[in-house]
């Protein structure tokens, strides 16, 4: 009767052992069982699809193999420190940690930790799961709605860029009638031709180019096709100067313009153009305020498809941490400003079928912005 009962009992145990097994080996998650020196007793096929560890190639090794070297130095430390206080820091409480793999890749897992007291003394388990796909969704949602936040100011700009439109046409409209008014007025008086008139027709002019651009501006917003023209680079290159070093920005910058030779005429929206060379100026001539030398240069050249026209300055140059979002909207480093300056100009480069780059330490030691623009543009390029 013993042995039978013995026998049985032998029996009932083999068969709760080949359950559990079966159990673990079933299971989604990965389970490590691990004695309190934390050696691994158990790693379940889970374990090894998430490591690539074999199970006879971990077992009896310390579990710090599963881990990055920052929480491996910590691990033992912090069982003995349970094991002597009975204070918990991860035991029963889930919490999200690195795991390694065989191939030293790290990656995140969500870990529970239970403890049990058997015959052969207290044991641990763990029971890992995989959370890399759950962190890529969180993340593209995150960036879903970083996008969205971010067509949202879009949207705002655009109601507030026609509002402004709205509200500025009238009073230009008036400053330009006034300056008509005072030209006429002063047609004929001896002393006030020549110098004053061609301040007032300048004066109109610009004028007339606030409302463009205003226009402009709401176009690129809502998507519209530049209305492209023969433009001549070197007199818009003139204009652009000429623009910049209007008031008290451009006192003390050292500008320099070089045109080669030949250019040929650009077909393209020219208030557009203008826009990105003006931007790219007064970046340039923001970027050297601070410096000893204040140098900013303007250069144009072609060959048989493009026209390049290269501003370059002395400053700093562009940090390498600032280059991978320096065209993205709402990036600007600047303290003023929405950050809109280079990805609207980016934006205008290649719906004219060209390009804005950049080289962050240029010849002239600080940044290089180089447009390209193709010279016969297809019709189809702005789409």
Known sequence: MPDSYTDSLAMTASVSKARLLSVLDTAVDGIVIMDESARIILY????????????????????????PESYARE????????????????????????????????????????????????QFIGIMRDIRQRKLVEERLSKAQAQLVSMARINALDEMGAAIAHELNQP??????????????????????????????KGVKEAERASQIIQRMRQFVEKREPE????????????CVDLVTLGKMGEGVLLSLEVGEDMPELNADPVQIQQIVVNLIRNAMDAVKGCQKKAVDIRAWHDEEAISIAVSDSGPGVPQENLANLFKAFSGSKRSGLGL??????????????????????PSGGATFTLKLP?????AAGE
Not at 187 to 198: F, T
Not at 341 to 357: P, T, V
């Open 44 to 67: 379940n096929k889970a374990c090894e699809a998430l490591f690539g560890y074999q199970s006879e190639e971990v077992r009896g090794k310390n579990v710090k193999i599963l881990m």
């Open 75 to 122: 691990h033992d430390g912090y069982v003995r420190s349970y094991i002597d206080t009975g204070v918990r820091r991860i035991i029963g409480i889930g919490r999200e940690v690195k795991a390694r793999h065989r191939d030293g890749t790290e990656f995140p897992i969500e870990l529970s930790v239970g403890e049990a007291q058997t015959p052969e003394g207290r």
């Open 172 to 201: 230009l409209t008036a400053i330009m009638l006034y300056l008509q008014a005072i030209k006429r007025k002063s047609e004929g008086v001896v002393g006030l031709e020549g110098v004053l008139i061609d301040v007032i027709d």
């Open 228 to 239: 492209r023209k023969p433009v001549d680079v070197p007199t818009l290159l003139r204009e």
């Open 341 to 362: 300056g280079l990805a609207i100009s980016k934006s205008l480069a290649q719906n004219h079928g060209g390009d804005l780059a950049v080289d962050p330490v240029g």
């Open 375 to 379: 010279i016969d543009e297809p019709s």
